[in-house]
Nanobody, 124 residues
Framework: QVQLVESGGGLVQAGGSLRLSCAAS????????MGWFRQAPGKEREFVAA????????DYVDSVKGRFTISRDNTKNTVYLQMNSLKPEDTAVYYC?????????????????WGQGTQVTVSS
């Protein structure tokens, strides 16, 4: 069992930055690939970024490449999402998730655990 708790969301102006954190419980954290998804009002949940259990592999949706960076610290059971050059279209609830099926990292259905989400609002 893995419990995930996100933090770091908030209101920021376009062009600004935020860093999201996801703290995981359980000693098996380092065996999971981790992902960030987001859901804007009236839209489906969307893959944003993922990182393998070792941190050696990362993947991003095209719309955030070069602006967002995912990382993890297995000694702290925490995964991060650094978001720079934020745009109004990045506004959404951001969710942290964990999977043992990293080969399908872009597919929300392969993630076994989810956090409660944190709101990110980017004003223009």
């Amino acid at each position: 069992q893995v419990q995930l708790v996100e933090s770091g969301g908030g209101l920021v102006q376009a062009g600004g930055s935020l860093r999201l954190s996801c703290a995981a419980s359980g000693r098996t954290f380092r065996s999971y690939g981790m992902g960030w998804f987001r859901q804007a009002p009236g839209k489906e949940r969307e893959f944003v970024a993922a990182i393998s259990w070792s941190g050696g592999s990362t993947d991003y949706v095209d719309s955030v490449k070069g602006r967002f960076t995912i990382s993890r610290d297995n000694t702290k059971n925490t995964v991060y999402l650094q978001m720079n050059s934020l745009k109004p279209e990045d506004t959404a609830v951001y969710y942290c998730s964990a999977t043992r099926r990293y080969s399908s990292y872009y597919n929300a259905e392969v993630y076994d655990y989810w956090g409660q989400g944190t709101q990110v609002t980017v004003s223009s």
